[in-house]
């Protein structure tokens, strides 16, 4: 079992904005049992608003923007050209039913901007790192499924599949990394994921070029509709706390 994996996503679900909607809508049923009418119905108000406020564009990007700010994109004509293009898994649900090809999710975005590197030459390899649950194709070969229909020869695709976290990714892509003696990489990866991921690569020494993709904050600024709640919205919301729950137990571990 991957205890890091394991031990942040039940640090995340604590911050989840629907667990504590949940969690302060069940404390107001046990106030309502006990006789306290007022106190339940100032927590039941409470829980609705709470989640109507992360459920709007104007928190979700307010959040995603602290992560992605600091990450600007890069111009695939502005990157340099390295050794190998490291492509980070994650966002997708696994195997589908029925699905021919695995469900890769928001992972998508970064599989294309991978294949757009490579095929603008910027580096003569794809390494893929992501792992999944025991029973299922890795993140890394659904990813290479993908990258093979883009026209990507399977020859130039290195697979990582034992990651199930963004420590390990840069751990175990380090080991392949030294193993082909390949230096100079970049690293692909979610806007809201690269300061964390950048840094796991360089405590373990590993320095790479970021090319942030993935961007999920909103381009609308006046519509009227950022203000509407939408499971989309509370989607990006949860996304960007759990990021920021990753960062600081990560730097509580001494891992960036």
Known sequence: MNLSYEITKLLSLGVYPLSQTLALLFTAAVLAMCGRSRGAV???L???AWLYAFSSAVVADFL???LEDSQPPRAVSAVPEAEVIVVLGGGGVGE???GQLGDIGTASNRVLKGAAL???HKAPWLLLSGGSAPEERSDAERMRDVLTLMGVPKGAVITESRSRDT???ALFTADILEQRRLERIILVTSAYHMRRALAAFDHIGVVAYAVPTDYQRSASKKSASRWLPSVENLERSTKALREYVG???YRFQGWI
């Open 42 to 44: 100032f927590l039941s």
């Open 96 to 98: 589908v039913h029925l």
């Open 118 to 120: 490579y095929k603008a």
């Open 64 to 66: 995603m923007g602290s």
């Open 247 to 249: 960062w600081w137990y």
């Open 167 to 169: 420590r390990q990714n």
């Open 46 to 48: 409470v829980s609705g």
